[in-house]
């Protein structure tokens, strides 16, 4: 279940997968993101609040997650952590869309979509 419920009760946040959502709000969290995708795939979810698209893009996201386990999931609010997006976007050679989706691998961008084209099923074991 993601840590992020919305207002939704457990029994109805998650489909068939899960995410356990870490909270990015930390500018200085993104290099060592980047190290840690030298042991495991890290995935940043940058959402909007205040978008319909968003939102669906991250229920959809959520229910596609078949193995929760394979990568680290981050959760970065985009209203609440304008910077850190910013600074997501310039270290990382992204630009900034939203919902993102960013996906690093051995310290670099492996696989990025934003809107529609953000699906689970593109992330790499």
């Keep these: 279940m993601g840590i992020f419920s919305w207002g939704k009760k457990d029994s109805e946040e998650s489909g068939k997968g899960s995410v356990n959502w870490i909270p990015l709000t ?3 969290t993104i290099e060592s993101l980047r190290q840690r995708s030298y042991e ?3 995935v940043i979810f ?3 609040k205040r978008c319909g698209i968003s939102t669906m893009m991250l ?4 229910r596609e997650v078949t193995d929760g386990d394979s990568h680290d999931f981050y ?3 985009l209203v609440a952590n304008r910077e850190v997006s910013n ?3 310039a270290a ?3 630009r900034h869309e939203s919902p993102q989706l960013i996906e690093l691998w051995q310290g670099v961008v492996r696989y990025h979509a934003s809107h529609g ?4 099923s593109a992330l790499k074991d």
Excluded at 59 to 62: D, I
Excluded at 117 to 120: E, L, M, P, T, V
């Design 40 to 42: 495991k795939p890290v």
């Design 75 to 77: 959760f970065l609010d």
């Design 87 to 89: 600074q997501v976007a």
């Design 117 to 120: 084209d953000i699906s689970a």
């Design 46 to 48: 940058k959402h909007s």
């Design 59 to 62: 229920s959809r996201f959520e």
């Design 92 to 94: 990382l050679d992204v």
């Design 26 to 28: 930390d500018r200085s």
